[in-house]
């Protein structure tokens, strides 16, 4: 089979669709990589270490894209991007297509283009296999970005995350216990941080309660997300469903009841986000005020560490990669019940995509 792993073009995107090790073991195999020049710069790959690894440099990503059976990626492809796959082709990556424009599934559509959303590759047991490891990555940044974002210089409130003896702490409240929001727990609270975790999974709280002694836990009702946003000094929300765009939790009317400076970090921005003030922000510029109250709404956080995030989505993404390029889209797709489930278009039609939503591109 013919893989394509492109540069990504979109703002802050450092992370490629395959590393060297991931081409090294498809060509092995018989498969053949074309990687587009410089595609893994951002993650510390040179094109040497590609080609040393069996791949084919091309200078140009539109041949990348007509060259390719499967197309590797990592973010959501740009509108000249789905204009290069070439009809019929698949594309595998994170792609969000629950907040993508409506003319974007169009197009997937429109070319009959298979394409398999790494997010929502899930276990018999649930568990989005994928996903894991990049929403662990999250998680754990989520600390250190709150600690910098509560800092005076950065437009906080001056509250040091940890406190300091007779000083409290900072009080963060997750909404949403997931992988994201139990590593962002873990990791705050390792900090020295006050927390206050939210769900309406009680298994999660049970979790959360057991393995963490000192966090408080709490039913996640409209009343209690007003009551612990009032007192909050951040505020992360990371709930979320595959193939769904993400439930607003915490509304206008909430933000205006928090303290002037505080922080929200909308974790589920790639989905639509949980906030109803939300709109996507970049890496450059990570932050705007609205209502008076400080939020961080970056799509792709892992992305700034893009060497860890470019393995460990290796890691977990190239046994579904080697079942595509081993048995072929149609077969995979029949023979892998975790693979089907990240199918989101497929020969003209839609799969697993309960909803739409309108606000990013």
Known sequence: MNIGIPKEIRPSEYRVGLSPAGVKTLTRRGHTCYVENEAGLGAGFADLDYQQAGATIVYSPMEVYARADLVLKFARPMDEELEWIQPGKTIAGWLQLPSARQSKIDILLE????????EQIEDMDGKLTVMHPLSEIGGRMAGQIAANLLQNNMGGNGVLLSGMP???????IIIGCGVVGTYAAE??????AHITCLDVNLTALQRIHDNNPGIVTMYSTAENITRACAYADVVITAAMHPGQTAPILVTREILRSMKTRSIIMDLSIDLGGCVETSRPTTHDNPTFVEEGVTHYCVPNIPSVVARTATHASFNASFPYILEIVTHGVEKAIENNSALAKAVNTHGGKIYNLSRLASKTG
Do not use: D, F, H, W
């Not at 070319?111 to 790494?118: D, E, G, H, L, Q």
């Not at 990791?187 to 020295?192: A, R, S």
């Open 111 to 118: 070319r009959k283009i298979t394409s398999i959303a790494y």
């Open 166 to 172: 007779g000083v409290p702490p900072a009080e963060v």
């Open 187 to 192: 990791t705050l609270q390792n900090m020295g």
